[in-house]
């Protein structure tokens, strides 16, 4: 799977979107870009995925650059309860007959500010 | 939908003892995922099932750990005898296997060996 870089940490203010980067520049055609987020003391929750269009649900929204090689993670009205750290995942889809792990880098803290 | 269920959510022993993490993934689920997470590594896998049998099991740290899947609606990790380094959080998570799926993590059980 390939390796993707977030910065750090980020701020964001209450109320305005957070835009989260991730650099993947290696990523293969059959890769997906998957975001996930962990609030402090709870489990992983997935957030989106998307392969090459741009993706929205009712959490987020996923812009991914044309050439595929970055992608941003848009939380359009941000509140303090989206305090995580977030994490960028590229992965291979699952074949038939097996499914994948998920393998966690560092993520982005982002920190919603009142 | 009750989601992921680990047990118990917080251990305390000491070194030498036998401990036991259990975990109930959501129902209709066919792959689990055993993660460990702790300041100095992040989140790793440990180990996943898919139809309750192990596929990868190289994450797990050595021979004092071991995990079953007796059947769809359970798991249990061991550790014996523990360690004082083994002392992390332990999420399960469950997937539904198709090319794209997304993984449910449980609320973790943070373990602390003495």
């Known amino acids: 799977d390939a390796k993707t870089t977030q910065p750090t940490s980020m701020d964001c203010a209450e109320g305005r979107a957070a835009n989260l980067p991730c650099n993947h520049s290696t990523i293969s055609g059959n890769e997906y870009v998957y975001w996930y987020r962990q609030i402090h003391s709870q489990g992983p929750q997935y957030i989106i995925h998307?392969?090459?269009n741009n993706e929205t649900n009712e959490m987020a929204s996923l812009i991914i650059t044309e050439d595929r090689k970055s992608s941003t993670l848009i939380l359009p009205h941000a509140t303090l309860r989206d305090t995580a750290v977030y994490y960028c995942i590229v992965r291979v889809a699952a074949t038939s007959g097996s499914a994948r792990q998920l393998t966690f880098g560092s993520g982005t803290q982002l920190t919603v500010l009142p | 939908d009750a989601g992921v269920i680990q047990s118990p959510r917080h251990e305390v022993t000491e070194m030498g003892q036998e401990v036991t993490l259990r975990c109930k993934p959501i129902s209709g689920h066919n792959s689990l995922f055993w993660y460990r997470q702790t300041m100095m590594r992040g989140l790793e896998l440990l180990i996943y099932f898919n139809n309750n049998v192990p596929i990868d099991d190289s994450g797990m740290p050595e021979d004092r750990f071991s995990a079953k899947m007796p059947n769809a609606s359970f798991s249990t990790l061991k550790i014996q005898p523990s360690e004082p380094r083994d002392s992390a959080v332990y999420f399960c998570?469950?997937?539904?296997?198709?090319?794209?799926?997304?993984?449910?993590f449980g609320p973790g059980t943070r373990l602390l060996v003495l």
């Open positions: 998570a469950s997937s539904y296997r198709t090319s794209q799926e997304t993984q449910y």
């Open positions: 998307g392969l090459k």
